[in-house]
Each structure stands twice: as C-alpha cells, then as structure tokens.
C-alpha cells in the first residue's frame, strides 16, 4: 500500500532482467501463503484445536494487513539506510518467514519436546509454539510482500508501461507459486524426501507439512537473495524524508480520516466489495477441511481418509489457481468494451453464490453414495463426487480472478475522479477486505457449531452475501467508460 510522505528521486528505469529477478520473489512467498490455505487449517485441528476455534487463528492475516502493511510502507518509503529503502524490509521479511516456518512446521515436535502426550487430544504447548510462529509468519508476509511491490514500482522509474509489466511479472510469479504450493501440498509422499521429518511427535501428515516447508524456505531464500544481491535500492534522501513525530505514524490517521471524504461510489465499492469477502473467505479458510471432512467423510486424527481429503483439496486449490491465471487475462479482455464492468462483477459475484451452495448438493451427494469395504471401513468417495468437488474448485478460479482485479481498479478509478490519493483509496478498500476476514474468523467456527459443527452453515452464508453482492453490482454500483478499467486493470493489485 501506499503511503504519502517522502518523495524521493525518481531512479532510472531498470533492465526488465532485475524486474524479473524481483517480482520472482512472489512465487517464493505465494509458495507458503499456498501451503497456508490447504493445509494449516486442519493442521492446528491435529493439535487439538477444535473446529469451532480454529478460525481465530486466522486473525492474524487481517490484523497485520490492516496495520503491518501501512506502517512498513511508511518507513520504507523514509529510509536513509545505505542499503536502501526496501531492500532491509524485504531481508528481514524474508528471515522473519524461514524462523516463523521452523516454529509451525517443529510445533508438534518442540511441545512434545516441553512434555506434550504423544496420544491423540489437546497439546498446549504445540498449539502455543504454532500460535506464535503462524502469527510472525503473517507479519513477516506482509512485511514482504508491500516493499517488493513498491520495489517493482520504483525499477519502474515511473513509466506507465514498465509499472504495468513489473505487476504482471509479480501476478504471474504469484500464480506460480500458488501453483506450485498447492501440487507440493497434494503429494502424499514428500516426507520421503525428507525421512527425519517424521518422529514420534509428528505423524505421516504433520512430516509432509513440514517438508513442504522447507521446500519453501529454500525457495523464498534463493530468490530472495538472488534478487537483493543484483538490484539497485535509492535509499530516500535525509531531507526528503519525513519524520514521525511523538512515536505516531501519520498513515493511520489519513487512512481512517479518509473515511469521512469519500465519495458515494467509493461507498458503494466499499459495500460490494465487503459482501464479497464475507462470502469469499469461509471457502477460503475451509475449502481443504471441507474435502476431508464432508466429502471424504473422514475425521481428524482418525485413520487416513481425512488426510486424503486434505489433500485433494489441495490438488482442487492447484486447479482453481491455473483458472484463475486464465480467467485473469479473460477479465482484461472483457473490460476493454466488451461487458460492462458492474455487468462482469455481477456475473461474478452469482457465479461465486452458485459455487458456494453447490457444496451442499456435493456434500449431500457424498454422503448418500458413502460405501465401506470388506473390513468395514469407510471408503474414498465415488469418482462422480471427487470430479464434481475439483471442477467446483476450479469453476470458483473465474469470480476469484474478478474479485483479485475489478475492486482494485474501479477504486483507482472512483479516487481519480474525486482527486483523492491513490494508496490512500487503496488503504481504504483494504478495510473492506480485512473487516470481513475478522468477521468470519470470530463468527464462522461459532456459527458452524451452532448447526453441529461442519462448515456448510458457513459457506451457505457465504452463498447469500455472493447473491446480494451481486445484486448490489449490478444496480447500484457506477460503472466508468470499459477503456478506462482495462488500463487500471493492467495495475491493478490483488489480495493474496
């Protein structure tokens, strides 16, 4: 996000090889965001979390969004270090995530460690040692992330044209290592690679997450060093920069403040927009739980249909991240005239509600075609529900391409329109994506129990705020000429 404050000299634009170079450092990041989603849910389930709590942990994503991100990108954009200005932040963000990796993918083995039982229930001190490192690894994320955007934008050395190819090269990176984050995490047999991975403390599941942890460790360092070590930082000049006085930073306030000026289509995006991440992020939070639970009818802990489950989830994560990398380039095709904008976010919004209530049909599919084996134990799913469950993953990659494109560029274009500042409108949308994850992450385990556990009564809420998202799109939201979303468009960032 951007932050006004400094305004230091402008570089000179930079080979498009260093561009690459950086924006590669996505995939590295994208990598474990991946392995985040699929997995870690029903991870912290093993530890002994039950389903009702386990969204609380995921607070942290927007907690840090709201406030990481605007404080690092203001002292970012103030360095004087002889390092530069975003290289320091993109180092420590990177060690910060490989310490942060160690402690989730050790959990288990450092509580057993500190005297945690070895047999199945609750393990406290697992939990705590998880807690701790699931959280700095957010705050590392995004402390990684804003600076290698900005970054990018500065390699740009402001050129419209070479700004639009850095955000593509970075988009395309993301897709590779949501990609590659959600194959490594389908792969049952990873741990082979790695044979200390699995102990005592940590079984067949928990041996596999961690080694798609050091894998992506490896792959976040390598690229991380490879990048900082070939390009060129400006750090800002001493009298540019700007000074925060008495300990306060003047980005929060702008960003809050803006709220009272904002014009009445910025509070219809606004609208829009959180409606569709109410609906969005139950999916996102439980779409791998779901697969093990719902569909594969299988139980945490208990026998290994859960985690085949889990793990075709992952395989449909893999599918939903190759459509979305079309889909994206179908939504720059479609702004430039063909379908309005308010016309394709609509569509999306009741693409997106259908998705979501289809998980009822798939589950109920599931469970009236269960059948057991000779031994009397609960088999795999018919291969009709598995191919229905992955093409549901997949069909959900087009109203996520929208979701990951539209809002950012019609609040580029809203603020234009009304002079406003640019990262300072996009501060703002973001408190229509990070209030509703907060939302969902304190009310979606609850809620879920309250119609005896499971996760459908959260993904039919998800289904209804899609449908009036899409209602709303389509009647009262402005939409601006098609030529001027396409060019926003090509800029325009997503939630990762």
């Known amino acids: 996000m951007e932050v006004r404050g400094t305004a230091p000299s402008m570089q000179q634009?930079?080979?498009?090889?260093?561009?690459?170079?950086?924006?590669?450092?996505?995939?590295?990041?994208?990598?474990?965001?991946?392995?985040?989603?699929?997995?870690?849910?029903?991870?912290?389930?093993?530890?002994?979390?039950?389903?009702?709590?386990?969204?609380?942990?995921?607070?942290?994503?927007?907690?840090?969004?709201?406030?990481?991100?605007?404080?690092?990108?203001?002292?970012?954009?103030?360095?004087?270090?002889?390092?530069?200005?975003r290289?320091?932040?993109?180092?420590?963000?990177?060690?910060?995530?490989?310490?942060?990796?160690?402690?989730?993918?050790?959990?288990?083995?450092?509580?057993?460690?500190?005297?945690?039982?070895?047999?199945?229930?609750?393990?406290?001190?697992?939990?705590?040692?998880?807690?701790?490192?699931?959280?700095?690894?957010?705050?590392?994320?995004?402390?990684?992330?804003?600076?290698?955007?900005?970054?990018?934008?500065?390699?740009?050395?402001?050129?419209?044209?070479?700004?639009?190819?850095?955000?593509?090269?970075?988009?395309?990176?993301?897709?590779?290592?949501?990609?590659?984050?959600?194959?490594?995490?389908s792969y049952t047999h990873l741990y082979r690679i790695f044979p200390f991975s699995k102990t005592n403390a940590c079984d067949v599941y928990c041996a596999n997450l961690k080694s798609c942890f050091f894998i992506s460790i490896a792959l976040l360092l390598i690229l991380t060093v490879l990048a900082l070590s070939f390009v060129r930082d400006v750090p800002a000049s001493a009298s540019a920069a700007e000074p925060v006085k008495k300990g306060k930073i003047p980005v929060l306030g702008e960003l809050f403040g803006a709220l009272k000026d904002l014009p009445k289509p910025m509070w219809i995006l606004l609208l829009v927009t959180c409606l569709n991440w109410i609906a969005w992020f139950p999916f996102l939070l439980f779409d791998t739980?779901?697969?093990?639970?719902?569909?594969?009818?299988?139980?945490?802990?208990?026998?290994?249909?859960y985690d085949r489950g889990v793990r075709a989830g992952a395989l449909g994560l893999m599918l939903n991240s190759v459509v979305l990398g079309v889909a994206s380039l179908g939504v720059q095709f479609c702004s430039r005239g063909l379908v309005k904008v308010k016309k394709l976010w609509g569509g999306a919004n009741f693409l997106l509600a259908i998705g979501l209530?289809?998980?009822?049909?798939?589950?109920?599919?599931?469970?009236?075609?269960?059948?057991?084996?000779?031994?009397?134990?609960?088999?795999?799913?018919?291969?009709?529900?598995?191919?229905?469950?992955?093409?549901?993953?997949?069909?959900?990659?087009?109203?996520?391409?929208?979701?990951?494109?539209?809002?950012?560029?019609?609040?580029?274009?809203?603020?234009?329109?009304?002079?406003?500042?640019?990262?300072?409108?996009?501060?703002?949308?973001?408190?229509?994506?990070?209030?509703?994850?907060?939302?969902?992450?304190?009310?979606?385990?609850?809620?879920?129990?309250?119609?005896?556990?499971?996760?459908?009564p959260a993904f039919v809420v998800g289904a209804v705020a899609a449908a009036i998202s899409g209602v709303l799109a389509l009647t009262i939201l402005p939409s601006p000429p098609p030529e001027v979303v396409a060019t926003k468009a090509m800029t325009a960032g997503g939630f990762h």
């Not at 955007?149 to 395309?172: K, V």
């Not at 603020?415 to 949308?429: D, F, I, T």
Request: glycine share 14%.
């Open 13 to 85: 634009p930079s080979p498009i090889k260093i561009m690459f170079l950086v924006a590669a450092i996505a995939a590295g990041v994208q990598f474990g965001w991946a392995l985040q989603l699929s997995l870690l849910t029903p991870y912290v389930q093993l530890l002994g979390i039950p389903h009702t709590w386990a969204a609380f942990i995921w607070l942290c994503g927007p907690i840090s969004g709201l406030i990481v991100q605007p404080i690092v990108g203001y002292y970012s954009d103030n360095s004087t270090s002889r390092f530069g200005r």
């Open 87 to 185: 290289r320091p932040f993109i180092a420590a963000g990177a060690a910060l995530v490989a310490m942060a990796v160690f402690l989730i993918g050790f959990a288990a083995d450092l509580g057993h460690a500190g005297g945690d039982p070895s047999v199945k229930g609750p393990k406290p001190r697992a939990i705590a040692v998880f807690v701790v490192g699931f959280w700095i690894l957010d705050v590392a994320n995004n402390m990684l992330q804003g600076p290698c955007r900005a970054l990018l934008a500065d390699l740009s050395g402001g050129e419209a044209r070479r700004m639009s190819t850095s955000n593509a090269l970075f988009s395309f990176f993301m897709a590779v290592g949501n990609v590659l984050g959600y194959a490594a995490g």
């Open 289 to 305: 739980d779901w697969m093990g639970k719902e569909v594969y009818g299988g139980k945490v802990g208990e026998g290994r249909l």
């Open 357 to 456: 209530a289809m998980t009822v049909v798939i589950t109920k599919m599931a469970q009236h075609t269960r059948h057991y084996g000779a031994d009397g134990t609960l088999q795999t799913p018919e291969p009709g529900v598995k191919i229905g469950a992955l093409t549901l993953f997949a069909i959900l990659g087009i109203p996520l391409s929208v979701t990951y494109s539209i809002p950012f560029a019609l609040a580029s274009i809203f603020s234009s329109n009304s002079g406003s500042g640019q990262g300072l409108s996009l501060g703002v949308l973001n408190l229509a994506i990070v209030i509703p994850q907060m939302l969902v992450s304190v009310t979606s385990g609850p809620w879920d129990d309250l119609f005896g556990g499971g996760n459908l």
